[in-house]
């Protein structure tokens, strides 16, 4: 036998399955909304960090052609490094600077592509950016030489390289 008390409990749980059940929808379309406008905006963010990487890619790509050594260092973060695909590391901005310098010193403008592959978030403020170096060469050749990894960050509005790894084609 079921008690008042019992039967009222039941009852009670039967209606607000019953509340619940009919407020579901309208709290997964809410839920649905949300999510949307959060990927929406997230894709935007997504776009405009590629975009911003690829910019700054393609001031080292303008600084090796021009020879511009200085402006090359102007893009790494003060204790950035690099790593050629040699394995030799350069650490701090004026030891690449100084690495540039002497590359050009040797050959001249370096007439390369350097092709972003991916371009990927890792917090608000670093990105990491993968591609290949590409050189051009006479008769008209492009090919592709290594394999880059570049670590940026955001400082003073800025992304600059923290790291950078060149690695041979394999």
């Known amino acids: 036998k079921m008690t008042s008390q019992k039967l009222a409990k039941v009852a009670?749980?039967?209606?607000?399955?019953?509340?619940?059940?009919?407020?579901?929808p309208q709290a997964m379309a809410k839920k649905v909304?949300?999510?949307?406008?959060?990927?929406?905006?997230?894709?935007?963010?997504t776009?405009?960090?590629?975009?911003?990487?690829?910019?700054?890619?393609a001031k080292l790509q303008k600084g090796l052609a021009d020879a511009d050594y200085k402006a090359i260092g102007a893009l790494w973060s003060n204790?950035?490094?690099?790593?050629?695909?040699?394995?030799?590391?350069?650490?701090?901005?004026?030891?690449?600077?100084?690495?540039?310098?002497?590359v050009i010193a040797e050959g001249g403008k370096q007439l390369v592509m350097l092709d972003v592959l991916s371009v990927r978030s890792v917090a608000d403020n670093v990105a990491i950016a993968e591609g290949v170096v590409r050189?051009?060469?006479?008769?008209?050749?492009?090919?592709?030489?290594?394999?880059?990894t570049m670590v940026l960050s955001k400082q003073g509005g800025n992304?600059?390289?923290?790291?950078?790894?060149?690695?041979?084609?394999?």
């Open 12 to 24: 009670l749980i039967a209606i607000t399955l019953c509340i619940a059940s009919a407020q579901m």
């Open 135 to 148: 050189r051009k060469t006479l008769p008209i050749s492009i090919s592709p030489e290594t394999r880059f």
């Open 47 to 57: 776009t405009d960090l590629s975009s911003q990487i690829r910019a700054q890619v």
């Open 159 to 170: 992304w600059l390289v923290d790291s950078a790894v060149e690695t041979p084609m394999t």
């Open 79 to 102: 204790d950035g490094t690099y790593t050629g695909s040699e394995g030799a590391e350069y650490k701090g901005r004026d030891a690449v600077q100084n690495r540039f310098k002497d």
């Open 33 to 45: 909304t949300k999510t949307k406008t959060v990927v929406t905006k997230t894709s935007t963010q």
